[in-house]
């Protein structure tokens, strides 16, 4: 099984929909995040939690809200979505690396969202 | 200014040569430096890590960081079209909010036959 698995896989939905995205780990991470990929955009962060009482905005969090069910799960909800928000949606999570003083990311397999 | 910023290419090389990606970042204080590898609609996957001055060889993929120019690369040697993908530099930046890995968009390789 997957370190981070991400539901669904691929989505169709209407526009004015509420839909969620689910991410669950089985890493141990405090730390998760929601990215956004759009084509020549890169990853954008959506949002990020450093623990399960700690829910952060991130650059691009309008239209958007999460949830923190528990240390292994983190949602993503599209509350009314519109088609702007077609997009590649990546779940990750983070740990502390001692030997780096950083935190080593593992990226979820992706959630392929279409608005029509 | 972007906080970190690559050339979106393509960048085209021929089988066997050496392919350079290049990236710079805006934050002075940025300690860690990654490259990720991103095959079309997959997931991004770590290829490689730098966070001193200088170069760092593993395998095929050597990782260049010049703290005062504030430019990171990544020089692929004997490349391969199994290496075609998106290349993303991310830098690990200290924020309000905590410390984050902020991505560049991305330059596209092609290695070509």
């Known amino acids: 099984d997957a370190d981070v698995t991400q539901t669904p896989r691929n989505r169709i939905t209407k526009t004015g929909k509420r839909i969620m995205l689910e991410c669950s780990q089985t890493k141990g991470h405090d730390r998760m995040y929601w990215y956004r990929q759009d084509p020549g955009l890169g990853l954008r962060l959506i949002y990020y939690?450093?623990?399960?009482?700690?829910?952060n905005k991130g650059e691009i969090s309008d239209g958007y809200s999460v949830s923190r069910q528990a240390q292994a799960k983190f949602s993503l909800s599209l509350e009314s979505a519109i088609p702007n928000q077609t997009a590649l949606y990546f779940c990750?999570?983070?740990?502390?690396?001692?030997?780096?003083?950083?935190?080593?990311?593992?990226f979820g397999s992706g959630t392929r969202l279409t608005v029509v | 200014q972007k906080e970190v910023e690559q050339n979106s290419g393509p960048l085209s090389v021929p089988e066997g040569a050496i392919a350079s990606l290049n990236c710079t970042y805006s934050d002075r204080v940025s300690q860690s430096f990654f490259w990720y590898r991103q095959y079309s609609g997959k997931s991004p996957e770590l290829i490689m890590s730098i966070y001193s001055n200088g170069d760092k060889e593993d395998g095929r993929f050597t990782a260049q960081l010049n703290k005062a120019s504030q430019y990171v690369s990544l020089l692929i040697r004997d490349s391969q079209p199994s290496d075609s993908a998106t290349y993303l530099c991310?830098?690990?930046?200290?924020?309000?909010?905590?410390?984050?890995?902020?991505f560049g968009t991305g330059t596209q390789l092609k290695v070509e036959l």
């Open positions: 991310a830098v690990y930046i200290l924020t309000g909010g905590g410390n984050k890995l902020t």
């Open positions: 939690s450093f623990d399960v009482k700690d829910i």
């Open positions: 990750a999570t983070s740990d502390y690396d001692w030997t780096t003083s950083t935190y080593g990311y593992t």
